[in-house]
């Protein structure tokens, strides 16, 4: 029987951080620190922590507590079986790979940012599966191969493997399980206090005011005390995997034929 279809009933005396928020404080203090800092070739070992999470099924705003989905691994050791074929489903299967599953691939993103080509193909992986996502945690989704035979077979399996290249990783030729690796349970997320709303262009608690003209204008001309701008990772990795624009439905055609023929050229000779 397959881990979503047996949930165990809720346990209300749970608390857990969760990933309602698209980024928590602690993702954002890993993106202020790349500034500056090295970049190492080979991401290390998945964790069996990078791979448990909560996932929330209702908005959390405004409520003392929310109902989630727990996901955690079966049995210790299993780290590396688990993560190999979470990656075969999410880049190769045809039926097993799900939203639950789509959010462990996500929590390992974060964690592992810093690593640009291993991140830039989480990225990738993560972009494209994201073409038919609901609100139910246990639909399936499509994987990268279906989404992108669609349009040219050969180019898919070769941007299959390349994936695989960039994320240092060999991936099993037949079909591994998948949801026998993971134990899902619903349950009740406590919070201590209820986030506020967050609302998008207006500052915190600003009303907005109009500029005051008694002060003189600034210089657009930066001093010699100017300091570049902190290296944000994030949105270059977002740049790098823009080709992803090209598998979405509605995308223009004409576009769509010039990056495929530029991916075609580009694996050419892999």
């Known amino acids: 029987m397959n881990a979503y279809e047996n949930l165990i009933p809720i346990n209300e005396n749970i608390r857990s951080i969760t990933l309602a928020d698209i980024l928590s404080d602690d993702q954002l203090q890993i993106l202020s620190e790349l500034g500056g800092s090295k970049t190492h070739k080979k991401a290390p070992a998945v964790r069996r922590e990078d791979l448990e999470f909560v996932l929330p099924l209702e908005p959390r705003h405004n409520k003392s507590s929310v109902k989630g989905i727990q996901v955690k691994l079966r049995y210790s050791g299993d780290e590396k079986k688990a993560w190999e074929s979470l990656l075969w489903h999410a880049i190769y299967s045809s039926s097993e790979f799900r939203i639950f599953t789509w959010y462990i691939l996500y929590n390992v993103f974060i964690r592992r940012l810093k690593y640009e080509s291993f991140a830039l193909s989480l990225l990738r992986i993560l972009r494209l599966t994201t073409q038919r996502c609901g609100k139910a945690y246990n639909q399936k989704l499509r994987s990268v191969r ?29 079909v591994p399980p998948l949801t026998e690796f993971f134990h899902l349970r619903e349950i009740k997320i ?50 790098q995997s823009k080709e992803c624009e090209a598998f979405v439905e509605d995308y223009d055609p004409k576009k769509r034929e010039k990056i495929l023929t530029k991916l075609k050229n580009h694996f050419k000779d892999e």
């Open 146 to 174: 279906q989404i992108i035979s669609f349009y040219d077979k050969e180019l898919a399996l070769k941007y299959c493997k390349h994936l695989e290249h960039q994320l240092g990783i060999k991936l099993p030729t037949s």
């Open 190 to 239: 406590k919070q201590r206090k209820p986030p506020e709303p967050r609302r998008i262009g207006v500052g915190y608690k600003d009303k907005g005011h109009l500029p005051d003209e008694s002060h003189p204008k600034v210089d657009p001309f930066p001093d010699e005390s100017y300091l570049e701008p902190t290296r944000d990772l994030f949105v270059e990795l977002m740049s």
